[in-house]
Structure formats: structure tokens, C-alpha cells
């Protein structure tokens, strides 16, 4: 530190009267201000002061230690104990402040003897770092809330001093650290942590406002959180099925800062004008595009701010109006949004539309899907040549449901030339998909709901669809492409369209491609054999089951098929619409749940194709045989049935077990060992169904 002019001064001039003045007068007014301290008395020192510097330290050390301040008073012993004390005195003086300071702490004193804090009294510089080894691991002293990654918040239950670790109870599982890895892996929670409080005081966490308890969460961290983030550190006090709408109410607040474009982080501002402050510097540093997203979410923080936003966007429409006016069409619209149109600028849409210019150029140019669809429908209602503009912009359109919009158009336009580029587009995409892989894409699954694209040319299809999957150009819509084999999507609805001369071709494509998942393509196969039986090969292993067993089961495909798998379908719908898939759980989760199903029926449609009833014997057997039941010395009886009625706690047993296998064949009185056990058959009987 720097000492005071003044100081310098009455220490250039021997005025030692002057700097006791200035001493005590700092002592009286900020006796925690070490550096100004503790930086005069070397100085002292370093003028042969030495005693001088001793005395004003004492008076300063007697103030600390009257007013408790035993945490500075541990600073003021170890950067300048040595001036203070002589060395047989610093040690004691060091452990009475620690004892002062964490005396009351469970496993203070088995802690400062396990790291020998009495142990060579003399090395001073040894001491000191037996005070930070102390001081680090009481932050996990018994009762310490702590987390830990991957494991979240937990409490120090036991502090074990023969096997120097710590057992922390987390919520799944209690844990034991280890002295040395705990500084490493344990991170102590202060009392308003968010994970702390959630351990401690949930319901009161529960029970704030959502804009709140997001401010609670935030502040909890030292860096901006995720969205993801967020809601994994609240599991728990959010309800899962209100997630969403919490979300939604939490970061409306103006003090959130958003930050990043795609995956955004949230942090909260110290007030709403710092947040207003940070809403700028990030809107002037943004691209174009982003920008127009800012005015959206952050203009509405406060009437100046959104002004400001306007005018430079305003601007930037005058600047790009010539070279991207698919921009300045988007600018317009976002002022427009935002209750700031510009009027009578030369790149208003009514103006653009209606006029000359390059209208492929400014339709491509616009991003965003849903203002796109509106050029196209205010293109329709303000030109005659529409239907031209409509069939131009379908060769270079990406996005399904623009696609939807200029398709349906078109067909319905009454125009005879519309409706022939529309076919012939269509049977293009179907030819060489590779072209425009996004519009086939489309296509394939349009499908799905259009009878009459189906019909075309169903076996081309399927095979397109499936070569698709495999090539370089369809990597983005690989995704898309999977989820049309699966059940009640196109290629399972295109099957219903072949011929039985297409469907062998069709099962080889199926068998070729290599990446479809094994329960799609057995359903697939499945399907494709039901319809056309002649292509099915004998079973080589039948399943033998129960009637009752197997209307079972058949019940739960009828289920599957009928009910669940229509149901989870809307589920995704529903769950896509909304929004972003990337933050979108309701969607995930959907997902998910579609594999199981769809997996489900296809291995239920698979046994159900081999299984066959087992016949009952009537009367008494003559040997062992499947649907019977055993009856062994000792009493124990036993029933085979198949592997659907397997129970072997029951003693009801599989015909596939190794049980089952030394028993079948075998007659009433047959010796037989079962599992090492020698038994003999005295009766076998028919299962009583």
C-alpha cells in the first residue's frame, strides 16, 4: 500500500508526535483498515521505530480484540505478528483468535490436532499454513450444507478423524470425502444460496413469485445460467407441468439480462436500469437479424430504449432497403410490431410488393417463416401474376409450412398451368430428391397425411425416402426422415398402396437400409408380409402361449396401435408447437415415449406373427409336455407353460428354462435331478385352465 502524503511527510521529518495523532484518529474511525495500519508500523520499522511501531500495534490489537473483531485480528497477526509479538508469543496469540474465531464448531478441536496446529510451536510460517489447512476444512465441519457436481446440495453428516474424511448425505445417496479431495469436490453453499435454501427451507422457495425465485436462482451463481440450467436447479420446487408457464412469467422481469442468440443464458441485473444499460450495449453489437429479435423481447423495458432500438433499425431499412430488401421487409414489420412503423419510406412492404422489382430476390431474402408466408399472401392479393411468383418461389422454398401454403395455393388457384408446375415439381422431388433435399424432405412427409401423394408412385417413394437417409445432402433432415417409419407415419401408409408385384422390392429395400432401427424395420417387414402373406417365410421357432395369454397381448397391441400411439402422436404435435425443441422438454419427453411404443408394437406384432396355443391334454398325460403340470416327491409342483406365463416364483415355469428341458419328455415315475436336487415324477397332469 501506498502510504498517506501526510505520513511520508512526518516520517521524512521525524514527526513520529504526528503520526501517533493520525493513528489514533484512524483507530477511532476504521480500526479494520489493515493496509493503512500495518503499512505505517513497518514503515516504522524501517526507521529503526521498531518499538514505536509495537506500541501502535497493541493499541490497535486491544481495539479488535474488545470489539470481536477476531477475523482481522487474525490478518493483523499474520502480516504483522512478527513486529507485534516476539516468536514464543505469536503461536499462543494465533490459536487463541482461532479459537475465538471456531471454537464453537463441532470438530474444531479434533481438526487442529489431526493437522498438529500445536505441533513445532516455533516455525511461524509452518502455523500459517496449518490456519488455512483448519480454515479450509472447517467450511465442512458437521452440519456444513455443501454441493457437489453431479450430485447437488448435501449436509455434512460426520466428520471421521481416524479415516480423515467427510460423509456428506446427499439426496440419493450418502457419500464419504476424503480431507485432501474435499476442497476439490465439495463447494460450501452460503445461507442464500438457492441450493441451500432448497435443502433447507423448500416450501418457503416454493411459495415466491416466480420472477423471485428466478432472481434468488441467478444471484446463487457466479455466471449467467441457461434456461436448462435454471430448471435443473429448481427440480423439485417447479412442478414439472408448470415449467413452462413459469418460465415464461420469471424472465419477463426487466431486470433479466438475455445474453447469446440460440442457446441464451439469463443473468439478473442490479436494477432495471443497469438492465436497460446492458439491453443497449447488446443490441448495438448485434447483427441485423438479432436485433430485430431485441427490439421484440428487450424493447418493451421502457419507452426510450425501444426508441432508441427504432431509430437505429429505421436506419439500418434506409441503408440495406437496395441491397437486401428481404431485411429491410423484416425491419419494417419488426417496427411495426413494436408500434413504430416508418412512414412513407420507399421500402415499405405495400410499396415493394406493388411494384417492379426483383420479387425472388426480396421473397428468398426474407428469414423469418411466418413473415415469408405473408409477403406470399399479400403477394396474392395485390398482383394477378401471383400464381407465376408462387410457382417460382416453390422451387427455392425450404420450409414445410411455407411449402403447405404456396402447394395448397396452387391447387386451389383454379389456374390449369399452376396446378401442372405443381405436379410436375412434385414428380421432380420424387426423381432426384437430391436436388432439393429440404422440399423432398417436405414431401416425404406430406405424405403421411396426403392419400394422393401416396398413390403416385408409392414404392419410388419408400425407396427414396430410405435412400435419402443415407446421403451426405439430407444430414440436416436425417432426424425428420426417421420418424417417417414409424407406425402411422408415411412409409408403414405407403405399404397400403403397393402392388404385389412391388411389395418384394419394397422388403429388400427395407432389409437394405441400414438406417432404419431394428424394431422399424421389423415392423415395416411385418407389415408389408401381413398384406402379402405369400412373402412371409415359415417361422422357424414357434411361441407357444396361453388363449388367454395371447388375447392378452393381443388386447395390448389393439391398445398400442388404436389408442396410445395416436395419442403420443398429438403429444409431439403439441409439445413442437411450442417452440424452440432445443429448450423444448414437454418434446423430449414425447419422443422418448414414441421409441417405446413404437419398439412395444413392433416386438408384439413380431410374437404374435409365431405364436401358437397350447393345447391342453385331456385327462391324465403320458409324459411331460408343454401345458402340463408336474408333480414331484416331496410335493413340490411344478407347471410349464410358455415364457409370457412364466412365474417361477410361482412355480409356474417357461418351457425355454433349463428346468423346463430336463422335465419335458420325461413320464410318471422317471427319475430326474433339478439343479443338482434328484427328484421323481409321481404324477403329471393337465394345466388347469
Known sequence: MTLPRAIQSSLARADYAAIEDDWLLRLGQEPADLDYFVGVARALVGTAEEERARFLLEMLDEQLKEHGAWRPRLKLLERAGSILFPPEGLHPAIVETLERLHGDRPSFRGLAEAIGLQRATHDIPKSWEKVERLETLLAFDVGSVVTMEGKGAGRVVEVNLGL???????????????????????????????????????????????????????????????????????????????????????????????????RQTYRWAESSGDAQSAAWSGFAAAEPRRQLELLRRE???????????????????DEVAAGDPGLAFEIWFALERSGGAPEGVPWAPETVLAGSGDLKRLLSGIQDRLLRERAYVMVRERRQDWPAVWREALGSETDPRALDLLADGLAQSGDPAAARERERFFDALVTQPHKQPAAFTWLAERAARDEALRARNPLRLLQQVLAAMTRDEFAPFRTRLAVLADSGSTLPRLLQHLTAEQAPQAEDAVHRAPMLQPYQREQLTNAIQLRFPALRKETAVPLYATRAAI????????????????????AIEEARALGDLRENFEYKAARQRHEYLNSRAATLNAELARVRPIDVPPGEAAEVRIGTRVRLDGGRLLTILGPWESRPEDDVISYESDLAKELLGRKAGDEVSLAGTPYRIESIEPYDV
Open 164 to 262: 480423515e474424511s467427510f460423509k456428506v448425505a446427499f439426496e440419493r445417496q450418502t457419500l464419504a470425502v476424503g480431507f485432501k479431495a474435499a476442497p476439490k469436490l465439495l463447494k460450501p453453499l452460503p445461507r442464500e444460496h438457492v441450493l441451500r435454501r432448497k435443502l433447507e427451507e423448500p416450501e418457503t422457495l416454493a411459495a415466491l413469485a416466480p420472477p423471485e425465485l428466478l432472481r434468488v436462482t441467478l444471484q446463487s451463481h457466479d455466471r449467467p445460467f441457461t434456461a436448462g440450467e435454471v430448471r435443473e436447479a429448481l427440480a423439485g420446487i417447479v412442478p414439472e407441468t408448470q415449467w413452462t408457464s413459469w418460465w415464461a412469467a420469471a424472465r419477463k422481469h426487466p431486470q433479466v439480462v438475455v445474453a447469446g442468440a440460440g
Open 551 to 570: 388375447e392378452a397381448k393381443s388386447a395390448e397391441l389393439q391398445r398400442l396401435m388404436a389408442v396410445d400411439i395416436p395419442a403420443n402422436r398429438k
Open 299 to 317: 424493447g418493451a423495458r421502457d419507452p426510450e430504449l425501444r426508441r432508441r432500438m427504432a431509430e437505429q433499425l429505421t436506419a439500418l431499412g
